[in-house]
């Protein structure tokens, strides 16, 4: 049996966490390490390790998440200026191998992203 993502563990209540919002396909908590005053992690509840992941099976969880970061950012008061973003691999920074969608928000943000 495979070891629980950190992800999977806050879903489950072994590990606590502040959360923003949760329906029974996705949990939106918020990132205990911020890079900007917002900083919301939105993550499917099914372990998918990242896009490269994803298959037609997934597509109702994939579409269901973006549509949710609408009411995320309207709860968290940042609907006006909102950056989303998800790391695939490890080289792009991802560090927990479960999807999840950063949703940051509450300070300018630069392009490119670095």
């Known amino acids: 049996m495979k070891e629980k993502t950190l992800f999977e563990k806050?879903?489950?209540r072994e590990i606590p966490a502040e959360i923003i919002y949760e329906d029974n396909l996705c949990i939106a908590i918020n990132d205990i390490n911020p890079q900007a005053p917002t900083h919301i992690l939105l993550?499917?509840?099914k372990?998918?390790?990242n896009l490269n992941d994803c298959d037609a099976s997934d597509s109702e969880i994939i579409s269901?998440?973006?549509l949710k970061i609408k009411e995320i950012v309207s709860i968290c008061n940042i609907s006006e200026a909102f950056r989303i973003n998800i790391n695939n691999g490890e080289g792009a920074g991802q560090e927990v191998f479960h999807l999840h969608i950063h949703i940051l928000g509450g300070r300018k943000f630069n392009w490119p992203p670095g």
């Open 43 to 45: 993550i499917p509840k």
């Open 10 to 12: 806050i879903i489950d």
């Open 64 to 66: 269901h998440l973006f």
């Open 47 to 49: 372990p998918i390790i």
